[in-house]
């Protein structure tokens, strides 16, 4: 009987370190360009982007300006989705009968301007007349924020 608990105890123990080894992990001071594994935190099943730049940071190293969130929310997500004209174009006018969330530009344009973006993409923040919309109809059931520019979405989330 020893022996067989013994023999139970020691599948389990290498079941979880075997599981725990072949677990994807992200660095957090990276930013990514995998569509596939960003697209295991956002749903793609609607709106697929052709391209992706995001960053993945726990929640409490990250927040810039951000209002704290109480909750069961892990990590920040901030990410730009890259899409074809036609795609963004079904978003856009999808999005036509959703409310935006009302916010004065120069506060969307500092939020969305996160510090790794490229410049042009900041650059392109500044010029545009932003319109902040809940990113939950599209890609995510969280917490989460996006603004459309003319070929990609900038998405903010908070996620588990």
């Known amino acids: 009987m020893k022996y067989f608990i013994t023999t139970i105890i020691s599948i389990i123990a290498l079941s979880i ?3 725990c080894k072949n677990k994807q992990t992200i660095n957090t001071n990276k930013t ?7 697209g295991n935190i956002l749903d793609f099943s609607k709106y697929k982007p052709d391209s992706v730049l995001f960053k ?3 929640l409490l ?8 969130v109480i909750g069961p929310k892990d990590y920040v997500l901030e990410s730009v989705l890259f899409f074809k004209p036609e795609s963004i174009q079904h978003i856009k006018n999808e999005m036509q ?3 935006y969330l009302t916010a004065n530009q120069n506060k969307l344009t ?9 410049n042009k993409i900041k650059n392109e923040l ?6 902040e919309f809940k990113a939950t109809q ?3 059931s969280g917490t989460s924020d996006m603004v459309l520019l003319k070929d990609k979405i900038i998405l903010y989330a908070l996620t588990n």
């Open 17 to 19: 370190f075997y599981a």
């Open 32 to 38: 990514y360009t995998d569509i596939d594994m960003l």
């Open 56 to 58: 993945y940071t726990p």
């Open 61 to 68: 190293s990250s927040i810039e300006g951000r209002q704290p």
């Open 97 to 99: 009968n959703i409310t």
């Open 110 to 118: 500092h939020l969305y301007a996160f510090s790794w973006l490229p």
């Open 126 to 131: 500044k010029k545009q007349e932003l319109q």
């Open 138 to 140: 599209f890609f995510t």
